[in-house]
């Protein structure tokens, strides 16, 4: 069987592992500082905070934004439900919107859905394409719109606005407009899962980016203390001999990272632009070039004038096929032993969501859900592998569709 997405773990891997385990602090100390550092060099934002996933690094700056109950957060229908939870367990609604046949949130439905409750927006970068980030700050820097924010606390005043934070779980490495995902709005999440492009097993980062009359450092700083109960010394300063004073100063949460974990992603992050990233991008390219004469595939979009994907799964969808015809074509190709996978499920047609969603509210998302299929992208995938996956797809869809 092929698999779908094994974590890369080579030698120089296990021996950060190893480096950390010797060194005699495996919790929070330089291993998360250097991943830190280096997040930082690839987005060129100065302030990166990595903690345990993506999904508290959102609520972490949803929290900080003081949103809460009776708050509305703006995210697409198509996402993973962390978007949504990330907001939800603040107390806040998540608001769906539909998103574009490219699958980034449709920005030309942004604006109905703002209310004077609308506290921040989180687009998406499925597959690791941006979204239209210009044009999102374009809605909410809109005279109307401004007029219809009501601050509630001193940070959201300063701000003045809806909050951008990208929900970049997919994007590390991605260009919008030449510039680096973690770089485009005011805060940027990535997520370290042991699927994502550059993995800690479970882990994320946030990229701070707010503007100018915000102190990034200083906003890193206070973020890290709530990432460790709000405890005014870490462990790792604690450790270092006479230093065992400290106080908590809030109510803060238990979300670090720890240097065991964060050890993986150092090693790979190291090789990740001049290594990693090139191997995915040639993925890409072999599956492109391997399915372009098949008229009913439909190729995902990975570079644009503007935009260039992180490459991180490969969302090719079928033209023309029912949701169930989708499903018996991936029976298909797993009977051929290749893993294949869906991304995602809309968040309308989750059980937690059925009550108060409708899917047909939701017609595109519903669209690239039920003909998508995910296929592989590693940098250890094989030519050999490569080309097994692109035929079992296309023999799959002959089997299902057109020998039926
Ligand atoms: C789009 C998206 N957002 C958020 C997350 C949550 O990431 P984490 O597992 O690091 O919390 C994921 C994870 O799969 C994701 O795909």
Request: glycine share 6%; hydrophobic share 40%.
């Amino acid at each position: 069987m092929i698999p779908f997405s094994p974590p890369y773990i080579d030698e120089d891997v296990i021996n950060e592992v190893l480096d950390s385990l010797r060194s005699g602090w495996i919790t929070t100390g330089p291993k998360v500082k250097a991943l830190e550092k280096e997040v930082a060099g690839i987005t060129g934002i100065e302030n990166v905070l990595c903690v345990n996933s993506a999904t508290s690094a959102m609520m972490l700056m949803l929290h900080w934004y003081g949103i809460g109950k009776g708050d509305e957060v703006i995210i697409p229908a198509y996402t993973y439900v962390a978007t949504a939870l990330a907001a939800i367990h603040l107390g806040a609604k998540a608001v769906m919107i539909d998103v574009n046949d490219d699958f980034c949130i449709d920005t030309s439905k942004i604006k109905k859905a703002i209310t004077p409750r609308t506290k921040a927006i989180v687009p998406v970068d499925i597959g690791g394409c941006p979204c239209d980030y210009d044009e999102i700050y374009k809605i909410v820097n809109d005279d109307e719109v401004r007029k219809l924010f009501i601050p509630a606390n001193d940070v959201q005043r300063k701000l003045g606005r809806i909050f951008i934070m990208a929900d970049s779980a997919h994007s590390i490495g991605a260009l919008y407009k030449g510039k680096q995902s973690g770089s485009l709005c005011d805060s940027t999440i990535f997520s370290f899962h042991a699927v994502k492009n550059v993995t800690t097993a479970e882990g994320g980062a946030i990229c701070l980016n707010l503007p100018d009359k915000f102190d990034n450092a200083e906003l890193y700083n206070w973020l890290r203390l709530l990432s460790l109960n709000g405890q005014t010394k870490d462990a790792f300063t604690k450790s270092q001999g006479g230093n065992w004073k400290y106080d908590i100063i809030y109510s803060g949460f238990k979300i670090n990272l720890s240097d065991i974990c964060a050890a993986i992603g150092l090693a790979q992050i190291r090789k990740y632009d001049n290594e990693l990233l090139i191997k995915r991008k040639r993925i890409f390219e072999m599956y492109n070039a391997g399915f372009s004469r098949f008229e009913w595939i439909q190729i995902p979009p990975s570079m644009t004038s503007e935009k260039e994907s992180s490459y991180h799964v490969y969302l090719l969808r079928i033209k023309g096929v029912t949701e169930d015809q989708r499903d018996e074509i991936i029976e298909e190709i797993n009977k051929r032993e290749v893993a294949v996978n869906v991304h995602f499920v809309p968040l309308p047609l989750l059980s937690i969501f059925k009550s108060d969603y409708d899917i047909k509210d939701f017609s595109t998302s519903y669209d690239n859900y039920s003909r998508e299929i995910s296929l592989p992208v590693y940098p250890q995938l094989k030519d050999s592998e490569i080309k097994e996956i692109i035929e079992s797809v296309t023999g799959s869809y002959e089997t299902v569709i057109k020998n039926n």
